[in-house]
């Protein structure tokens, strides 16, 4: 029965994409027919991930859905620069988050980088860096320095907070608690540097004991974290070229439909549909939707039945957060010679952390340079015109280098994450109002058929690339095991979040 359909189905595959010249499913009004055993929806590390696990498991039944033209999702790359003068850079996912130690746990990503040969850079990103304010260079190092002893206070002073079973609180509160109240503009520079440079959000919107976790679970080898170092990719063939030469030794061409964007998805205890904006129906046993919780908060996709309170309430508990990179291209270096520098503005989180790729060993004489800003920051600017945040930014970069004549650039590009409706910002950020009974409805099944995996399912995670990573991984295992049993309620949730139940890991 499944193996006619299949056949029917992939036979109907073969013939619209001669007749439309790309892969183009059938229509199916029929409930009871399945085309497939499980729809994976979205082809980010999640998704690509966790088809994998599938088929390790014996599961080849499933096809990937996903709307633009190529796997990685989130892993984002394009091409910057004059015509003369162009380089492969990273608008989503850029570094290796932790790496590993001895023989301790190894950072997924860094085993898949390594397989595929993803050239990568190690950057030390507490070294010492040159700070600016608007006039021009001041040494605020030991500023900065203070701030780093400060957060790792912070996340140690979560420890006890959690076997105590106390319940969360902001990180605002976590540093105010340690003392740490920065006032001045190097202070929340350097603050900034240090928590919302990783978050992408402020202390205030932030959970203390999910960012502890997040930082300990990453990088900090005695809490059971991989490694405190970071990998910054370079391939030109963009970061990307990890999961898509992973999909590549697996994935047949049947199992893949790109240019797909899914609107609608119903769904009920028999099975799941989905439609896409070109009228395409998909229907199977089971789906996997790895959207980023940005999607599923928003009205893009649309879920028949709506998705129960529990689910909704979950969903819109978690934040979704922005973070920037703001590219320029110069035709000549007149900046600072290291990988970072720090500027402090009035303004809290105002044009702060810029970083150069026009340095050995990164884009030498790429005249590449580029300044990243998070948060509610992201936010104002995704709804500016290119122009006045580029005359903005210019501006900034005027202020720390007075002495230097500092021409226009010959390219500047931002991508609008915030606003793209297939991501609706960069990457979860965990808010201490969400509570651990949320979490796990985040993740859980919903009518034994719809399932749900990304970086924002992982509560040691969340936020990084290993953490959809993992994701995808237990998703797909939960689902061999449901439907090895010939179906089970998958993973559960509660009905009501009345409190949350104390953090275990
Ligand atoms: C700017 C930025 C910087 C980052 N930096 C790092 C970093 O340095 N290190 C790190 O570890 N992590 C980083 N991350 C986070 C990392 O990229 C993500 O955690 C990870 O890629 C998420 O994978 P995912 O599979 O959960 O989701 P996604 O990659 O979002 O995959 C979901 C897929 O669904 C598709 N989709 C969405 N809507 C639809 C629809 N309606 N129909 C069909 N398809 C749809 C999307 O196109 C996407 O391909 C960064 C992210 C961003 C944006
Ligand atoms: C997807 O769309 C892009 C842009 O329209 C196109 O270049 C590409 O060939 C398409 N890919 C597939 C597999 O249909
Ligand atoms: C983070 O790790 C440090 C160092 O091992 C530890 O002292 C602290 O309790 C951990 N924090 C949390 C929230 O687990
Ligand atoms: C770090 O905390 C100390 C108090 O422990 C405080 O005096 C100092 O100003 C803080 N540093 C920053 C950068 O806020
Ligand atoms: C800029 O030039 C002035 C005057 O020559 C000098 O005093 C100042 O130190 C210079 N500033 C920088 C950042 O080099």
Known sequence: MVSTSLLRFLALLVLSSLASGRSTPRKSDDWTEKDQKILILGGGVAGVIA???????????????????ELGGRMMSRTFGTAENKYTIELGANWVQGTQV???????ILALAEKHKVKTIFVRIMSTVPTYDHTGFIDYLDVFNSAVDNYTSLTVAAGPRVIKRQVDTTSRTGYSLIGSKPKNRYAQVSEYYQFDWEYAQTPEQTSWIASSWAENFTFVPDAGGFSE???FAIDQRGFKALIQDEAKEFLKPDQLVLNQTIKDIAYSASGVKVTTTDGTEMSADYALCTFSVGVLQNDDVVFNPPLPDWKQEAIQSMTMATYTKIFLQFPRNFWFHTQFALYADSERGRYPVWQGLDIEGFFPESGILFVTVTGDYSERIEALPDSQVQSEVMGVLRSMFPNVTVPDPEAFYFPRWFTNPLYRGSYSNWPASFYSDHHENLRATVDQRLWFAGEATSMKWFGFLHGAYYEGVDVAKAMVKCIQAGGCVGLAHVNEVTNGRPYKI
Request: charged residues 25%.
């Open 51 to 69: 088809a994998r696990t599938l088929h390790d498991h014996g599961h080849d039944n499933f096809v990937i859905i996903e709307a633009r033209g």
């Open 102 to 108: 001895g023989n301790g746990p190894k950072n997924p």
């Open 229 to 231: 170092d970071n990998l």
